[in-house]
């Protein structure tokens, strides 16, 4: 099983506020900000800790980390399951595929000291009133139901307004207005220059090579 492989993995996120001076406007300076540690896959990963798990969480809301990327799938029944990878290899030794498998199923799979997969519904009441999420939606597309569940358990918890999402094209789509979801540069830039409230629906987010 691999732990070390992502050991430490943080996400360091630029949120930048685009206002009048994308507009050729002259605007205050804001007040410089100290940036915010985000934990990738969940939380702290490495020392015996799994990623996108209740310790790996727990671990992460003790450092006092801002924010936790949290990876989204769909089960075979259109559950939420909280998991990186599209199989059960790595940390579960289950070859076995996320979408192939009901909840059911799921939860019943354990690595060798006896963890399971969790699901969305628990990885937010974990974070609840503690920690904001970044969300990664994972591929293919899915129904409408499945990103309804998924607003539904973030408004439930208070974590809707705070969120960051990233992921699929439909992911962003499904949640612009709602949260603000990541774009590269030139696209904020667009989005700046159309007059929209960027700070209010965006971020960037630039993947490293």
Known sequence: ??????????????????????????????????????????????????????????????????????????SADGHLVVHHDADFVRFYDDERRVAELTWDQIKEIRTETGERPIDFAEFVAACRGRVHLMLDVKGPEHPEAFFQEMEAILRRHGLLDSAMVIGTSQAKRYFLGKARVGVNFLDLLKHAEAGEAVAERYFLFEHGE
Request: glycine residues 10%; proline residues 5%.
């Open 1 to 74: 099983m691999c732990c070390k492989r992502n050991a430490w993995s943080l996400l360091i996120v630029s949120v930048v506020v685009l206002t009048g001076e994308a507009r050729g406007q002259t605007v205050e300076a804001p007040a410089f900000q100290p940036p915010r540690i985000i934990a990738h896959r969940g939380g702290v990963v490495g020392g015996g800790l799994i990623e996108n798990n209740l310790p790996a969480i727990a671990e992460s809301i003790r450092r006092g980390y801002y924010m936790l990327e949290v990876d989204i799938r769909e």
